[in-house]
């Protein structure tokens, strides 16, 4: 697909995940489900530290994306864990589709073929992605920009 024929992720949301503002980009998606929350959003591994002697320090999903540069993601969470949980954990999350590459414009075309808007993709906290977890770290200034929950 060529870059130029369709519409981008906003540059200064593109900006905030590819320079040092944020490691993930998020949108919430219509659910088909009314008893789920759904997302997609955008990794960027590379800036993830998996040096750590901690192995549950990220999700399965993004561990298991270490060598490469991005992962997207779209997933659901039951409602119910959203609002009664006080974190999200590997076991919470339903993953409809996921892929790991390594340019923007494989983002695109992963995006394309799930018909993702991409002007709709802003910072997590803005889309209240992970909503109660992410929203509770976020305003107690606990939360350091990476989605390192541990499990329970």
Same mark, same amino acid.
């Given at each position: 697909?060529?870059?130029?024929?369709? +519409?981008?992720?906003?540059? /200064?949301?593109?900006?905030?995940?590819? !320079?040092?503002?944020?490691? &993930?980009? %998020?949108?919430?998606? %219509?659910?088909?489900?009314?008893? @789920?929350?759904?997302?997609?959003?955008?990794? %960027?591994?590379?800036?993830?530290?998996? &040096?750590?002697?901690?192995?549950?320090?990220?999700?399965?999903?993004?561990? /298991?994306?270490?060598? &490469?540069?991005?992962?997207?993601?779209?997933?659901?969470?039951?409602?119910? +864990?959203?609002?009664? &949980?006080?974190?999200?954990?590997?076991?919470?999350?339903?993953? @409809?589709?996921?892929?790991?590459?390594?340019?923007?414009?494989?983002?695109? /075309?992963?995006?394309?073929?799930?018909?993702?808007? +991409?002007?709709?993709?802003?910072?997590?906290?803005?889309?209240?992605?992970?909503?109660?977890? @992410?929203?509770?770290?976020?305003?107690? !200034?606990?939360? /350091?920009?990476?989605?390192?929950? +541990?499990?329970?």
């Amino acid at each position: 697909m060529a870059m130029n024929n369709q +519409t981008l992720i906003p540059r /200064n949301v593109w900006y905030g995940l590819d !320079g040092k503002g944020y490691d &993930s980009i %998020a949108q919430e998606l %219509a659910s088909e489900d009314p008893l @789920l929350r759904k997302w997609a959003a955008i990794y %960027a591994i590379y800036k993830y530290d998996f &040096s750590s002697i901690e192995p549950f320090r990220y999700y399965d999903f993004i561990n /298991n994306a270490k060598n &490469s540069q991005y992962a997207t993601i779209i997933f659901s969470i039951p409602v119910e +864990t959203i609002e009664t &949980s006080d974190g999200i954990d590997d076991r919470d999350i339903q993953i @409809l589709n996921y892929e790991k590459m390594n340019s923007e414009e494989k983002i695109y /075309n992963f995006l394309e073929a799930h018909q993702i808007d +991409t002007e709709l993709f802003t910072p997590p906290w803005r889309c209240e992605y992970h909503c109660n977890y @992410l929203d509770k770290m976020y305003k107690s !200034g606990c939360w /350091n920009g990476r989605f390192s929950i +541990t499990k329970k």
